[in-house]
């Protein structure tokens, strides 16, 4: 389904981890966008965004906004899926099938490349994972702020460019959409999925707590983190307000 020129993929969890699998058993390179409300009202401002994200090779569902959407718009979204539940499910592939994974990492977030994969080794011990902090100002919201600091960053690959791009997995936690936009560039190689995660690296490493399985089941996410981060209130305010007004009067 389209909402507001986004595309969303539609799929039972089940289609979901075989497509996974189906990407980490090909020779190509793939790119999974996670979408939620924010993802979609940035879309309409910046072209080159929307154009990656209905370019990805599979939009899924984050964000109880997201449900309401399919909803007004007369379909029934099949499952939710958070950025952090994903990059577990990916892990537990790659762990199987003995791939290797590269964390980029913003270094002014809160979890750095390092403590993200010793917290993964504590579940996965023998995955081979490496990885990079660079400089992505991920919370800056104005667009050509972005698109600057998104340059700054591709550039910051420097050695560890042949590291990156021999990787099976890539994930990225700059935050949309620099981390989509810098994924995209990563075609060339033998990477087989690219995968923009926003604060999951946070809460593998437990520096951020997610919220209790009521809330997330009732779609109150976005209470919790705001609790957690009260400096995410405009975020949080668009997703909860500014986006449905935005999709009702579609």
């Keep these: 389904m389209n909402i507001l020129n986004v595309r969303i993929d539609n799929l039972e969890k089940k289609e979901i981890i075989e497509k996974i699998e189906n990407f980490l058993g090909a020779e190509k390179f793939h790119q999974i966008a996670t979408i939620n409300p924010e993802f979609i009202l940035a879309a309409q401002k910046n072209r080159e965004f929307r154009d990656i994200l209905n ?15 399919f909803w007004r718009l007369g379909g029934k979204l099949k499952v939710r899926i958070s950025g952090v539940d994903l990059m577990w499910e990916i892990l537990r592939t790659a762990n199987d099938k003995k791939l ?37 100002h991920s919370e800056r919201s104005d667009s050509e702020a972005e698109e600057s600091n998104f340059k700054i960053s591709s550039r910051s690959l420097g050695h560890a460019r ?4 021999n990787s099976d997995i890539v994930f990225c936690n700059f935050g949309h959409p620099n981390q989509e936009k810098f994924l995209n560039t990563l075609k060339n190689g ?25 809330m997330r089941d009732l779609g109150l996410e976005w209470l919790f983190r705001l609790i957690q981060q009260p400096k995410r209130f405009r975020r949080i305010f668009n997703a909860i307000i500014i986006f449905p007004i935005k999709v009702f009067f579609k």
């Design 162 to 165: 042949n590291d990156i791009f």
């Design 100 to 136: 290797s994974v590269y964390l980029v990492a913003n270094n002014r977030g809160l979890s750095n490349w390092e403590k993200t994969r010793d917290a993964i080794r504590k579940i996965y011990p023998d995955l081979k994972i490496e990885g990079l902090n660079m400089n992505c």
């Design 190 to 214: 033998k990477i087989k999925l690219a995968v923009g995660v926003g604060g999951s690296f946070d809460f593998v490493t437990g520096k951020l707590r997610r919220a209790p399985r009521f």
């Design 55 to 69: 370019n990805c090779d599979l939009n899924l569902a984050d964000g109880a906004g997201i449900k309401f959407a």
